[in-house]
Nanobody, 126 residues
Framework: VQLQASGGGLVQAGGSLRLSCAAS????????MGWFRQALGKEREFVAA????????DYLESVKGRVTISRDNYKNTVSLQMNSLKFEDTAVYYC????????????????????WGQGTQVTVSS
């Protein structure tokens, strides 16, 4: 499976962006799909995740209410709708896959995610 992220750009604070991640190849029902971000000079952090089968979600506390992750099982895509963007949301955003053969709960640790897309830059001007 390969992941291709898109949709980043420059937006003013308070604006919106929708990121998309297209996955080539088969996605198995017990996999998790997610988004991480890495701001300049900072460590990568978890943003949101969704289970491929049920659509259960999890979010970074600071983005709750502003960000929505969704998936399209037919198109093999995962999207991240980001509203009310803040300067501190500026980062490179990466989509990721966690193969989850043991059906374990979400993990926010990037080290436990298996596949990564190339990243898309989101810049929020204040």
């Amino acid at each position: 499976v390969q992941l291709q992220a898109s949709g980043g750009g420059l937006v003013q604070a308070g604006g919106s962006l929708r990121l998309s991640c297209a996955a080539s190849g088969d996605i198995f029902s017990n996999w998790h799909m997610g988004w991480f971000r890495q701001a300049l000079g900072k460590e990568r952090e978890f943003v949101a995740a969704i289970t491929w089968r049920e659509g259960r979600t999890d979010y970074l506390e600071s983005v709750k209410g502003r960000v929505t992750i969704s998936r399209d099982n037919y198109k093999n895509t995962v999207s991240l709708q980001m509203n009310s963007l803040k300067f501190e949301d500026t980062a490179v955003y990466y989509c990721a896959v966690r193969q989850n053969p043991n059906n374990t709960p979400f993990t926010t640790s990037g080290a436990l995610w298996h596949l990564w897309g190339q990243g898309t830059q989101v810049t929020v001007s204040s």
